[in-house]
Every structure is written in structure tokens, then in C-alpha cells.
Nanobody
Framework: QVQLVESGGGLVQAGDSLRLSCAAS????????MGWFRQTPGKERELIAA????????RYADAIKGRFTISRDNAKNTVYLQMNSLKFEDTAVYYC???????????????WGQGTQVTVSL
């Protein structure tokens, strides 16, 4: 079992930056591939970034490519999402997720955090 807790969300203005953190506890964090998803009301949860267990492989959604960076520190059991040049349309609840396979779909991840709200004002 892996427990995930996100932090770092908040209200910012367009163009600002935020860094989300996801702290993991429980089973060995380094064994899991990690992802960040986001969800807005009425829409499905979408993957925005994923990182392999060793940090070597990353994947990004086109909507955030070049603005967001996913990283991890296995010594600290933490995965990060650096978000720069935030846009109004980045407003969503952001979820951290962990999984045993390096997938790009929500079903590929078996462990989820509770989510953190990011609101970007114009």
C-alpha cells in the first residue's frame, strides 16, 4: 500500500508559477512510476505528466509541454510538478498517482492522492 499526499496548490494569477509536491509513504516509493493528473468539473481525469521509477523517462500532455516539469526525489519519497506560465485553463484539481506500470491512463495507476486545487485567475 502507498499513501500519497499532495500539497502546494493555491490561487495564483496567470503567468505565475507553482510547485506541487506529492509525498509518499508506505511501500517502497522508488518501485513505482508516478503521474500527475488533473480534473475539472464534468470532465474526465487527464494525465498531464508521468515519470518512470528511476526518473529517466518522462511524458507530458501537449497542453502543458514546455511549461510544466515533473521530477522525483526517491530519497525523499516525493514527486514534484513545477508549473510555470500558468494559464486560466490550468485551473483544476491536481492529483498525484502511483502505479506499477509506466502507463498514460488513469487505470494504469493504482494509488491516488486526495487532490489539491489549483486556481489561476486572469
Amino acid at each position: 500500500q502507498v499513501q500519497l499526499v499532495e500539497s502546494g496548490g493555491g490561487l495564483v494569477q496567470a503567468g505565475d508559477s507553482l510547485r506541487l509536491s506529492c509525498a509518499a509513504s508506505g511501500r517502497t516509493f522508488r518501485n513505482y512510476h508516478m503521474g500527475w493528473f488533473r480534473q475539472t468539473p464534468g470532465k474526465e481525469r487527464e494525465l498531464i505528466a508521468a515519470i518512470s521509477w528511476n526518473g529517466i523517462t518522462t511524458r507530458y500532455a501537449d497542453a502543458i509541454k514546455g511549461r510544466f516539469t515533473i521530477s522525483r526525489d526517491n530519497a525523499k519519497n516525493t514527486v514534484y510538478l513545477q508549473m510555470n506560465s500558468l494559464k486560466f485553463e490550468d485551473t483544476a484539481v491536481y492529483y498525484c498517482a502511483g502505479g506499477a506500470v509506466f502507463g498514460l491512463r488513469a487505470v494504469d495507476f493504482g494509488y491516488w492522492g486526495q487532490g489539491t486545487q489549483v486556481t489561476v485567475s486572469l
